[in-house]
């Protein structure tokens, strides 16, 4: 069966007169019928939306803060944001140690940035004004501690994440310090950690309440600048 | 709503068909899109969080996190499943039911201390919020469209007095309503399929 054009239903839903054989058709039709009585509804929602008022632009500002925003993190990011899942390199599948640390981590996570906006919200009154976050380090193979991360503010407005742990050089590569986010898709790379002790300025636009996720990985000599999928040690961020 | 603006009488005529160009470039990180988007959209973001929060500095709180929060997750855009405005007012809506948490949960804390009445509060995403995505789709049809829609339905006007308005004939004026109300309800199946 050939149904009714959309003008002509519209039309009809609009009370205006049509044409005998597609007045026929829509009384016959059950589509049809069901199209008009759909516009015949949207038409009285429309009639209900009246008061609503118009809508209202936001302040000439708003763009300004967006773009500024989104420029400093897309400055920041370049060459350095890492999408695990974007599957540039499957050079090792995540072992089930990593993928289980992710589901943990992902459930942490939500405590652990509630943690952190407390934090945020207490710095600004506290004598102490330079302890941002901190987050306990565990080795993932063995959920030991492995030390502490902590992340500083200093006075020139720089954030830095200052890394604890025991340093344990290895033959499979270097040590590299990311911080994650809570979908363990969009990372950033840190540095690489030389000793026991390092501190790593965190580049302009990275919020740690975005990245909470500390993560130290054991990168290969091979030119290849993403992650390994090879994570050592890892820790949550928060207040 | 101005609508005093004297408009060419057949475009009626127009292609129908959406562009969906400002989706394809928005998912794919094109420079400009978010740019585009928000021209596009943000009214609508913007007057759902004020009209919700009541509070003109966390509507624009709001209105700039949701569009970060949207560039930040373009990758999760799928053009395919709906339109990048639809996946924005998808964002706002839940920007703004946290900020309406945060804000509860702060008033039961002060409650807890200060032992005050819980302050009743009707729940302020519902029909409102309908409303003003109605009123957004109605914009985003654009002139002469939204015009004589508003006219048509906001303000109860008859056709006639709306042709006389714009000055334009009364059966563009008919056939201009037809084609909004196919254009408006695709856009709002398309809105609610995104949310």
Do not use: N
């Amino acid at each position: 069966m050939r149904h009714c054009d959309d003008e002509v239903l519209a039309a009809l839903a609009l009370g205006e007169p049509v044409d005998a054989s597609d007045a026929a058709h829509v009384a016959a039709c059950e589509r049809c019928a069901h199209e008009v009585a759909e516009l015949r509804d949207l038409q009285a929602t429309l009639v209900d939306a009246g008061p609503a008022g118009p809508l209202v632009a936001p302040p000439d500002g708003v763009w300004e803060a967006i773009d500024t925003q989104v420029r400093a993190e897309d400055d920041a990011a370049s060459g350095s944001v890492v999408p695990l899942t974007a599957g540039r390199r499957p050079r090792r599948a995540p072992d089930r140690t990593f993928a289980g640390w992710v589901v943990g981590a992902a459930a942490a996570v939500g405590v652990a940035i509630g943690g952190v906006g407390v934090a945020l919200a207490l710095r600004d009154t506290a004598p102490e004004q330079s302890l941002v976050a901190q987050a306990a380090l565990a080795d993932l193979a063995t959920e030991a501690d492995a030390g502490t991360a902590r992340v500083e503010r200093r006075d020139d407005g720089t954030e830095v994440l200052v890394v604890d742990t025991a340093y344990a050089p290895t033959a499979d590569g270097a040590l590299e310090v990311w911080l994650i986010d809570p979908d363990v898709v969009g990372m950033v790379s840190l540095g690489f950690l030389t000793a026991d002790h390092g501190e790593f300025e965190i580049p302009a636009g990275y919020d740690v309440t975005a990245f909470p996720i500390v993560d130290i990985s054991v990168e290969p000599a091979d030119g290849d600048p993403t992650h390994s999928g090879d994570s050592i040690t890892r820790g949550v961020l928060e207040g | 709503m101005s609508a005093g603006t004297a408009m060419v009488a057949e475009t009626a005529e127009r292609d129908d068909a959406p562009d969906r160009s400002l989706d394809r470039d928005f998912a794919a990180g094109v420079d400009g899109s978010l740019e585009r988007l928000y021209r596009e959209s943000s009214a609508l973001v913007y007057t759902l969080a004020l009209r919700s929060l009541g509070d003109r500095a966390e509507a624009e709180d709001v209105t700039q996190q949701t569009y970060v929060a949207a560039w930040r997750g373009r990758a999760r855009f799928d053009p395919e499943r709906g339109t990048a405005r639809g996946w924005v007012v998808g964002i706002a809506k839940r920007t703004i039911a946290d900020a309406l948490e945060s804000r509860s949960r702060e008033r039961r804390r002060l409650e807890a201390v200060r032992d005050l009445p819980p302050a009743g509060e009707p729940d302020p995403l519902a029909r409102e919020a309908d409303r003003i995505m109605v009123r957004g789709e109605v914009e985003s049809l654009g002139p002469p469209r939204s015009t004589i829609v508003a006219l048509a339905f906001f303000e109860g006007r008859t056709h006639e007095q709306i042709a006389t308005e714009l000055r334009m004939p009364l059966g563009t004026v008919k056939s201009h309503l037809r084609r909004s109300l196919i254009a408006l309800r695709r856009g709002l199946e398309a809105a609610d399929a995104s949310l």
